[in-house]
């Protein structure tokens, strides 16, 4: 059974009511659900599907589209010994078959482009040459490798360029999703536990699939990603080399990004990791944002301060806050740090992540649904002769009606006791913000909680307040 998905699925059934071929590009991240979209969506019924091999030569892939071929019906034939052959092939099998629409889904696209292949000059004559000169071809090329799908499909410059019909960028479930996911698989878990298992995993589907309805959360958390043989042991090794085919620059970004909170900038980047400023660290920042594991910001109101990257995936975060600090292999790791200084401080910052994630329930929650707005992070360094002390902020909501929403987000497992310490905190940011970037616009103080403020005098002095209900949306 689906889960969400409603508008992707919409696009997809719209292609069997099209009177011309289609050619589209599905793209995400490593089991964010792609492949089965597609193979739900269409019953699992198509023409012909193949799906490319990593790592392996251009022989073993020709060998395998052949077996494909003979698997979708086509009579016994020679290997093909180019893919210009191959897609010939493809042609007089898909031109045997009776009338009316014909799917053809080529998963893990990426992985089949290897060196010296023309590949994707093969594939452009077919869609060119032949499919586009009959009404009654889909073509749904799919794969995890984000960023070449983009540069060699959607942006190609060459014979393929305005050649995709339509283009599906698969992102994460959002909250709601993970709740309809749960409710769909039983798991019976309650939106403060969704929540915390999002913190972990993030939105991504496979990873989900491996909740159990008869455990906790911590039970779940400790299975999969602390035992031996937990299906999480291991994922973070497999992430980035099957995303991209030279990973080691991408994980040296990451490695650094992690270790700072608010983000870094390029140049920090390379101090850090001693990478070469080079074609290869750009595009690899480029590849990261585009598979949604950094996000790019600029600081509001600070043009000394440049564009900041900062690492936004859940599970790469949980995996070096606490797997790779599970060095005695522990198989209750989780829940006997549960409670303790370390989960705190872990699940306080986790939540900021999530609500980061959730900007357009936020807006919508605020109001803002026809109110232009543009999200920010912003810092100061206090001097060091200044008795000031610095100011993180982490979520700024910059509005077209001269305000701003100076948003804190906290974390608690009961209504939060909002303490006089904590306002004096919100207060002084707010006025070394307008101080620091001399802003004539209103700063409203915006609270996120999960569970909303006890009612004491405090309480009141925060005219925004929001909940994880209002993630929810």
Not at 22 to 28: D, R, S, T
Not at 205 to 228: C, H, K, T, V
Request: charged share 25%; aromatic share 12%; net charge neutral.
């Amino acid at each position: 059974m689906l889960t969400g998905r409603e508008k992707e699925q919409a696009l997809l059934n719209d292609l069997l009511h099209s009177n011309q071929s289609e050619f589209v590009a599905l793209y995400g991240r490593r089991r964010v659900g792609k492949t089965y979209l597609v193979r739900e969506t269409f019953d699992y019924q198509f023409a012909f599907q193949h799906t490319g091999i990593l790592d392996a030569p251009m022989s073993e892939q020709l060998g395998e589209f052949r077996e494909s071929l003979y698997a979708a019906g086509l009579p016994k034939c020679p290997k093909p010994k180019t893919w210009g052959e191959a897609f010939r092939l493809l042609q007089r099998l898909l031109a045997s078959l009776p009338e009316g629409k014909k799917v053809v889904f080529i998963d893990e696209l990426p992985w089949m482009d290897t060196p010296k292949s023309n590949f994707i000059r093969a594939l452009d004559h077919f869609w060119n040459a032949w499919a586009t000169t009959r009404k009654d071809i889909i073509l749904i090329v799919c794969g995890s490798a984000t960023s070449w799908i983009i540069d060699n499909i959607v942006m190609n410059y060459g014979g393929l360029h305005d050649r995709v019909t339509r283009q599906i960028q698969l992102r994460p479930f959002t909250l709601k999703e993970c709740e309809q996911y749960s409710q769909q698989n039983r798991l019976d878990f309650t939106r403060r536990q969704i929540l915390e298992a999002y913190m972990v995993m993030g939105g991504i589907p496979y990873y989900w699939s491996f909740l159990r309805p008869g455990l906790s959360i911590a039970q779940n958390i400790d299975r999969m990603f602390f035992e031996e043989d937990g299906e999480m042991v291991h994922e973070y090794d497999a992430l980035y080399a099957s995303l991209f085919r030279r990973p080691k620059t991408h994980i040296a970004i990451v490695n650094a990004l992690a270790t700072k909170k608010g983000g870094l900038q390029r140049e920090e980047i390379l101090d850090i990791t001693k990478i070469s400023d080079n074609e290869t660290f750009s595009k690899a920042l480029k590849e990261l944002e585009q598979c949604g594991f950094i996000r790019k910001y600029t600081m509001i109101g600070n043009k000394k301060k440049g564009t900041l990257y900062q690492l936004m995936d859940n599970y790469t975060l949980f995996w070096f806050k606490f797997i790779g600090e599970n060095t005695r292999g522990e198989s209750h790791f989780w829940t006997s740090n549960l409670d303790t200084g370390v989960y705190d401080n872990w699940v306080g910052l986790a939540f900021e992540r999530v609500c980061l994630q959730h900007l357009e329930q936020i807006k919508k929650a605020m109001g803002l649904t026809v109110v232009i707005s543009t999200a920010h992070s912003w810092s100061w360094k206090a001097p060091k002769d200044s008795n000031e002390e610095g100011v993180q902020i982490d979520l700024l909501i910059d509005r077209n009606d001269d305000t701003i929403n100076l948003c804190e987000m906290k974390y608690s497992k009961s209504p939060y006791p909002l303490s006089s310490e904590d306002l004096s905190k919100m207060e002084y940011r707010k006025t070394v913000f307008k101080r620091e970037t001399g802003t004539e616009k209103r700063i409203m103080l915006s609270l996120i909680t999960t569970f909303g403020l006890t009612n004491n005098a405090n309480a009141a002095d925060i005219p925004v307040k929001l909940t994880m209900e209002d993630l929810f949306q």
